[in-house]
Each structure stands twice: as C-alpha cells, then as structure tokens.
C-alpha cells in the first residue's frame, strides 16, 4: 500500500524558514498531485498548497510547495514563519487506484 | 461564496446510528465528487471515499464498507454520512470535502460524533 511520511514535529522561530518533507512509500511521488492542508487545533482543514505548488487566494506566498523526485518527496516551505503558522499540516496524495492518501501529519511549533 | 456546513454534534450509544449532513452552497452542487475524511481524537485525517454528485454512486476507502452509507438530496443541495451500529471507535470529527479546480480542496466545519453508553 502506497503511503506518505512525514516528520513527526518540526519547530523553528518566528522570521525563520522551515520545511516539512512528504515521503512516498513506493512509486513516483511526481506521477500525482500532492496537496497540503493546515489544520490549527479545533478547527477544521484548510488547503493551502494543491497541485503541487498552487496556492489558494489568500494564502500568503510565504507558503510554497515543491517536488523532488530524486528523494520521492515532496515539500511545504513556509518563510517569515509567524506564530500563527503554528499548526498540524498534512500532506496528501494518490495511489495508484487514485485512492487518497494522507501523510500522518507534523506538528508545527513557532518558538 | 462557497460554503459547505455541516450538521452539528451528535451523541450516540453503541448499536445506534447517525446521519451528518454537508449543505452546499454557492456553486454548482452536481459537479465534483464529495468527499468524507475522518479524524478520530488526536489522529490524523483518514479518507473515507467520495460520493458523484452528479450519479449518486458512492466508493468506500478501505475500512468503510458495510456500516458506512454516502448519499445526496439534489434538491436542497446536500450530501449525507449515515453510519449504522455505531461503536466507540466511530468517535471522531466526521468532514465533508469537495475539490475546486482554483482552490483545492474546500472543507466543511466538521461535526464531532461521540459514541458513549
């Protein structure tokens, strides 16, 4: 079964930039689009990478989303990281039978 | 503007059964699929398969056939989670989810389902 990794937590401080890897299991992470979605606690989903590296209107360009093929991976940069960043992010994709998948989330602390 | 929002809480005992519903507004209801996605406390999302707005014809993800129900009512633009003989386990943030071409993926606000005796 395909599956997508991703760290546990990252953390970094605020003006910083960090980077939340999404690690496929099997296959071509590159063969289908990979979206990433904020959740802050008790709120639900937002989406704010899709396709890769499209952002909605209204997500800051802070936020950018990139793929590497040679490590499988993909990622969510986020720069000038603001305390309100701090949030669960989750990455998530297809297999092969286009059944989504979602990776199992990074907890994001701005400190 | 687009909005999907979603039934409130429910408190269930086990062997009961529930029904969330998503009401959409500000498009085109029978275009795109509608997608369920589960958290339970303190996980991660789980997918739990999608619904053709357009046909009514579900697909269940793995783990989600048998008790899981998908269905729709065109007429007030709203699509339906129906889960029967519920267990504790079903406790979870149940979501419905729908993809645009220039957003991604939009979300409703959730509906927390508690299953306790």
């Known amino acids: 079964n395909f599956m997508l990794t991703q760290p546990h937590s990252v953390s970094e401080s605020p003006g910083k930039t960090v980077t939340i890897s999404c690690t496929g299991s099997s296959g071509s992470i590159a063969s289908n689009y990979v979206q990433w979605y904020q959740q802050r606690p008790g709120s639900a989903p937002t989406t704010v990478i899709y396709e890769d590296n499209q952002r909605p209107s209204g997500v800051p360009d802070r936020f950018s989303g990139s793929i590497d093929s040679s490590s499988n991976s993909a990622s969510l940069t986020i720069s000038g990281l603001k305390t309100e960043d701090e949030a669960d992010y989750y990455c998530q994709s297809y297999d092969s039978s286009n059944i989504w998948v979602f990776g199992g989330g990074t907890k994001l602390t701005v400190l | 503007q687009v909005q999907l929002v979603q039934s409130g809480s429910e408190l269930k005992k086990p062997g009961a059964s529930v029904k969330v519903s998503c009401k959409a507004s500000?498009?085109?209801?029978?275009?795109?699929?509608m997608n369920w996605v589960r958290q339970a406390p303190g996980q991660g999302l789980e997918w739990m398969g999608w619904i053709n707005t357009n046909t009514g014809n579900p697909t269940y993800a793995q783990g989600f056939t048998g008790r899981f129900v998908f269905s729709l009512d065109t007429s007030v633009s709203t699509a339906y989670l129906q889960i029967s003989s519920l267990k504790a386990e079903d406790t979870a943030v149940y979501y419905c989810a729908r993809w645009f071409d220039d957003w991604g993926l939009r979300w409703g606000q959730g509906t927390l389902v508690t299953v306790s005796s």
């Open positions: 500000g498009y085109t209801f029978t275009s795109y699929a």
